[in-house]
């Protein structure tokens, strides 16, 4: 893959699931540690413009746990903004109440050169998500916050196409409602999420919709699909990153901590 390391470069990260104490395990993994490790991997790559948490900070929703992740993200000192959303184990309000000072942003739309990056809310009420009608309103060109001439990377936390496993359960209830704004919004040129603690690329030709769905691997654990419910494979944590190009087209890889 031509990564053609002068294209705008943003890093994805997800599912840090941390408890109120650093040296707290989730099943089998100190998901402190790998979170500290995906970010020194982040940090030692010159080329970031932005990195964006897709949700899920917290496993044991204390309040803890969201100030060891802001003392963690600030720690390295990043040059470059952390924006973030909410996944469905985390409060709105706690994020933003400790994301906050450098290098954390609370923007939810993002231009950088010819590209706009989407933050979706989808959090509900349940572990499943769902969009409101007031955040799909904000991938039609028309919304007074999208930039009608530049092209769109949607990210958000739960996944919009199921994948297989377990995790399905706790998908997108309005998939097809979301899909629908997509396909009316030709800027659109991908999506991102988080939820699924795997890294795949769903492509048009085998999922029917118009743009891809990348999902993003865990900083925490990746998720055993041949289970019923949540069990870790021993997988080393990872991260996204997307290629923005000038014309529209956009890639992407996975990366795994060694």
């Not at 097809?176 to 492509?203: T, Y």
């Amino acid at each position: 893959m031509n990564t053609a390391l002068n294209y705008p470069t943003v890093a994805q990260i997800s599912d840090s699931h941390l408890f109120d104490d650093p040296v707290k395990c989730h099943h089998g993994a100190n998901v402190y540690d790998n979170l500290s490790r995906v970010l020194a991997a982040l940090k030692a790559n010159s080329k970031l413009s932005c990195i964006v948490f897709t949700g899920d900070l917290t496993q044991d929703h204390s309040e803890n746990s969201y100030q060891l992740f802001a003392q963690l993200v600030k720690s390295y000192n990043f040059d470059v903004p952390f924006y973030y959303v909410a996944g469905n184990h985390d409060d709105p309000y706690l994020m933003d109440r400790y994301l906050n000072g450098k290098p954390f942003k609370v923007d939810k739309s993002i231009n950088i050169e010819n590209w706009q990056l989407v933050l979706l809310d989808s959090k509900s009420e349940t572990p499943a998500g769902d969009v409101s009608a007031q955040e799909l309103q904000r991938l039609n060109c028309t919304y007074s916050n999208i930039d009608t001439e530049l092209f769109k990377l949607v990210m958000m936390h739960h996944h919009a196409i199921d994948v297989g496993y377990f995790i399905d359960r706790h998908g997108l209830n309005n998939s097809a409602e979301f899909w629908l704004q997509v396909s009316q919004n030709p800027l659109i040129k991908g999506v991102a999420c988080g939820h699924v603690h795997r890294g795949l690329d769903l492509m048009p030709e085998t999922t029917g919709q118009k743009v891809p769905l990348y999902t993003c691997p865990a900083t925490s654990i990746e998720f055993d699909t041949q289970a019923n419910t949540v069990c870790a494979t021993g997988k080393e944590p990872g991260y996204r990153l997307f290629y923005l190009k000038p014309n529209g087209y956009l890639t992407s890889q996975t990366f795994y901590i060694e």
